[in-house]
Antibody
Framework: EVQLVESGGGLVQPGGSLRLSCAAS????????MIWVRQAPGKGLVWVSY????????RYADSVQGRFSVSRDNAKNSLYLQMNSLRVDDTAVYYC????????????WGQGTLVTVSS | EIVMTQSPATLSVSPGERATLSCRAS??????LGWYQQKPGQAPRLLIY???TRATGIPARFSGSGSGTEFTLTISSLQSEDFAVYYC?????????FGGGTKVEIK
């Protein structure tokens, strides 16, 4: 069974940092791109970042470029999102999810972790 | 960036009735579109991919159609568990973009 479990969310002051983790199981993690998607309270879904299976290809949404950094450790089946210079408008539930071109049916999401940026 | 526009924002439907949700792309995305269902406090769940293919385990009452810039999700006979928010998402190009969502509520 595929499972994605996010952790690391919490309350942080504006300008602060936070590192999110996503633990994957039930599939060959290194074979898949992974994405982060966020959802502000009461709002829609917004893509944040992707990372290729080998970590060589990375991209960010303009809103987080230069502040967020995505990485992965395939030996630990884990995905990370380092968030720096956090702003109030980064407040959201952050989801990790699988992403693939070859089997669009392979689409799994974690339960999300809430990041609240507030003074 | 490809902008995805969903309509209506809210759809009030009685159980057993048909619901038709629309999604429009700002440029052609061929069939590179997925539909998601999200219930309060839960992660999105894939319903449809490739604009018209049901994901694993999705009931046949859910169907998708369209290509290019105009897409439709139809729920043929709404069940109580179908009242939720529905999002379309394009994966034709980066950045991935989602529509603003359609909330299907009980009439």
């Amino acid at each position: 069974e595929v499972q994605l479990v996010e952790s690391g969310g919490g309350l942080v002051q504006p300008g602060g940092s936070l590192r999110l983790s996503c633990a994957a199981s039930g599939f060959t993690f290194s074979n898949y791109y992974m994405i982060w998607v966020r959802q502000a309270p009461g709002k829609g879904l917004v893509w944040v970042s992707y990372i290729s299976g080998d970590g060589a290809s990375i991209r960010y949404a303009d809103s987080v470029q230069g502040r967020f950094s995505v990485s992965r450790d395939n030996a630990k089946n884990s995905l990370y999102l380092q968030m720096n210079s956090l702003r109030v408008d980064d407040t959201a539930v952050y989801y990790c999810a699988t992403y693939t071109w070859t089997d669009r049916n392979f689409d799994y999401w974690g339960q999300g972790t809430l990041v609240t940026v507030s003074s | 960036e490809i902008v995805m526009t969903q309509s209506p924002a809210t759809l009030s439907v009685s159980p057993g009735e048909r619901a038709t949700l629309s999604c429009r792309a700002s440029q052609s995305i061929t069939s590179n579109l997925g539909w998601y269902q999200q219930k309060p406090g839960q992660a999105p769940r894939l319903l449809i991919y490739g604009a018209s293919t049901r994901a694993t385990g999705i009931p046949a009452r859910f169907s998708g159609s369209g290509s290019g810039t105009e897409f439709t999700l139809t729920i043929s006979s709404l069940q109580s568990e179908d009242f939720a928010v529905y999002y379309c998402r394009q994966y034709y190009d980066w950045p991935l973009t989602f529509g603003g969502g359609t909330k299907v509520e009980i009439k």
